[in-house]
């Protein structure tokens, strides 16, 4: 493109030299003012494409050039001694105690933090009396409890090793010195004593050296350090040497970095990467790089002198540090996951340190997005089928898939807000949960759905790479794709999966079968049950903290993006009766229910969002008037849903979903209060809404999907993955639901985990069950957990035990659901259900629909609809609503000529005012010469 512009400037000033037809002599000056102008342009052109050449020749890496300065920010003094720690830890908002004897004790305070196997680990600086801290978080303790060891210096370290229970101990002693450990186990490592946890429990060493400086990879198997060898003067040019911990193979790679002369003994930070070929350092402000392969190592006792580095290095000083002081320490060095942004602390003594973060050379991504949408099936567009088509884009459109339609709110707002269609993606996925699928570490994902389950690890790279270049949801965490393409403008949904309102809905909404008796009171427990009602409320609290650590880590991830947190509509309307009407057996206390917890949830994620510095945009009345048992206009109906040949029932997911005129509404709202890329930015919107510390302090209540499996009526219950969960030797109580049914009581183990078998009574009936365990943290806190388990008859071939082949029942543990549409129940046999091809005698305004018609899918890259809002209204009701929320933003209204121009309006400028200038030149000489004739 560029070059293109080049050559039509060049032109153009040729053209110019030829249309003025000026005598030789009497205008050298001004050919010769042509002549230097075309040289400028031409050797900016040559500049500009030798440097892309070469930009595209090198390879991104530490040595293949200096690297790029990505942000540089001061910290607090608090932020500023965590910092300094060579930890993996993540500063973040937490809640302290410090006696375990007074749980209700809870500080609030700021700790880094690291993610270890079954537990976490943090360390930070008490407020009041600016003491170090230690504190651990074990299993599904909620809090942070102090971790007392003993009295330690300013140098020492305690490291763990993200995702495992390995751990580091180090503290420097005379000369910068130090013994590094590294030992197998903290839990075990750690022991309560008294109010305390204290370090008196046995832990096995697996590797110990005295070093001058020290650093280990991520995943615990590269250890790096700076080692004197044996001379009889300290030296700033100490050996560096890698070692494999697993195979015991290493050697030396190179010298220390450089020090000031003035603290020739100050000891280097090192950080490597996974696969042991990276290496960076960092001391007295300079920094220096390696590529270390096993050919270029040398023996460990091997002395380097002045001797050149055995293996490829690059010596950096910033010149974005500003040396006022004798002594420019930086320490605190930590690298990403891929190692391509590398950050630091750096002390210029003129305020406090600064945290600056650098890239890799040729390793800036150019392909920023101007918008990326990331949620659940909210966002995704879940339900998102009528009576033509269904419009789940391909990858996606399976059982156990993303559902992600190209009519969902994200594609109507791209439209709106004129951003061109390959600078906006949505990787939202329908039921994806905040620490399972957004924010989860890459290197223990396996997918949404466990599609990397069995790839090869070998082969896991090339896949995770593939689904990020595809912008391909489910595959990896969808935070993966704000490090990589750092959008501008962010859209999420988030919470709903990790509470379980989907299971919920279903539980309600589903009777209790097996013989078919009528039930009296068949209300689930959710809406009769104060203290079940309670425990929900108490699980939604427990999103605060989640989502607050969300928006942090995409802050971290990608501080420039602005983060807009959607909150969740109404979808039911307010109860006046009960209705069977697209919501199954709902009654009007669980509807009820059902909308006092979406407003929970809502001020919950205001609150959170608020307190983050992230905008919340409230849409919980979009869906009005057009709500289930309120004619369901906005809503999925059922009727949909067996056009698409799915069987209704409790895992019917498409229901109680926004359709596209619900999307369509709630796009017209967010683009009525957002405008994400003008100078006027939205503030969010207001809530009532509890403080910060009311929802933090909210009881231990949480919803797992790996605790059980569905089972059938009378045989044993498997439970599992409850890991760490529970105090040590302490009793836990297993109870299911719906009518309370206790199961039996288990005794943790000493680690604090179950695993275990439970009969199931004969009296548990086929349907969706409630499964409930109570019991007390690791550290004490009462926990409740919960989880909807499906409990199959044990007659063969009939699952729901209603007497109907499973190939024949259309409605799985549903005995009837009435389309507020037609008015039709949709568990009657097909051929009871009309084609809408067919003339209808009852009237135009009835439709219905063909049973067996195959399901066709959107193309994505047309991101259109394949039918007009307005013409798909006609055809499915004669209910109309005149408001303009319910249409979309059409294909004429679309900017994207609008977006390409200004793509390019800099460049377009540049030719304008050269050719003005050119212009302007050709007529003042022309007047000049006609003025002299």
Known sequence: MIRGLYFILILTILKTNMTLQLPKMRVWSWQVAQLGIILVILGLSVFFLSNQQNASANQSGWLKGEPFLVSKETLSQAEEKIYMARSFCEYQGAYFVENLNKPADIRAMDLCVTEGDGFRFAEGYHPDSNR??????????AYFYKVDLGSVSPFYSLVVIPGTTKFVISAYGINFSSRVYLYDNLLNAIKREGSVYKKKGQTNLLWGRSTYGWGISRNGRYMVYA??????????????????????????????????????????????????????????????????EQSC??????????????????????????????????????????????SYTFNPKSHNKERITISKYGSVDTSQLDYLAMGDSYSSGEGDVDYSSSHYMPGTEGKDECHLSNRSYPFLLRRYWGVHPLKMKSVACSGARVLHDYIMPMKYYIGQHEELEDVPLELRPSKIESALNKFAPGIVPQLEFVKKYKPKVLTLTAGGNDVGFGDILSYCAALELGNFTPIIDSTCRYAKDDDAKQELINSIHNQYGVT????????????????????????????????????????????????EMVTEMNNVLWRAANDAGAVFIDIEDSLEGGQICQSSLYMTGVIDMVVSKRVVGFDTAETFHPNHRGHARIARIINHRVRP?????????????????????????????????????GASIAIKHLKNMFKPYSKVKFYIFSEETKLGELTADSSGSISANINLPDSIRPGYHNLVVKGKTYSGEPITLYQFVTIYSDKEGDM????????????????????????????????????????NSSGANEPTAVVNRSVSFANPAADSNTESIESISNKTTNKSDSSKLDTAPKNGEDQHSAQNVRYY??????????????????????KRRSSKK
């Open 132 to 141: 170090r801290v230690f504190a651990i978080s074990i299993g599904s303790d």
């Open 905 to 926: 309006m800099p460049y377009i400028f540049l030719l304008a005012i050269l050719a003005i200038i050119l212009i302007g030149a050709g007529i003042l000489v022309s």
């Open 548 to 595: 607050k650590l969300m928006i942090n880590k995409i802050k971290q991830a990608s501080p420039d993006t602005k983060i807009y947190i959607i909150g969740y509509p109404q979808f039911v309307a307010v109860p006046t009766h009960n209705c069977l009407y697209n919501s199954a057996s709902l009654n009007i206390r669980e509807s009820g229910m059902i909308r």
């Open 297 to 342: 190592l040398k023996e460990p006792g091997y002395y380097l002198a002045y001797a050149p580095d055995p293996c490829p290095s690059f010596r950096f000083a910033p010149s974005w540090h500003v040396y006022n002081t004798q002594y420019p320490d930086s320490d605190g060095i930590r690298a990403n996951e891929d190692f391509s942004e590398i």
């Open 800 to 839: 729901d035990g209603d007497g109907i082949p499973d190939d024949k029942d259309r409605c799985m543990f549903i005995t009837s659901w009435i389309d507020e549409t037609t008015g039709k129940d949709v568990c009657v046999e097909p051929e009871k259900i009309k084609d809408t091809n067919t003339n």
């Open 227 to 292: 080692a004197n060898p044996g001379t009889s003067q300290y030296s700033a040019r100490d050996n560096t040497i890698i070692e494999d911990l697993e195979t015991g193979e290493g050697g030396v790679f190179g010298k220390a970095v450089a020090m000031h002369l003035s603290l020739p003994n100050w000891p280097a930070n090192f950080v490597v990467s996974d696969d042991g070929k990276e290496v960076a350092s960092t001391s007295a402000g300079v920094l220096k790089f390696w590529n270390v």
């Open 677 to 713: 890329f003008s100078w006027n930015q939205y503030p969010g919107d207001a809530r009532q809404a509890e403080d910060g510390s009311v929802y933090a302090s909210a009881s231990n209540v949480r919803m797992l999907r790996t605790m059980a499996e569905p089972h059938i009526r």
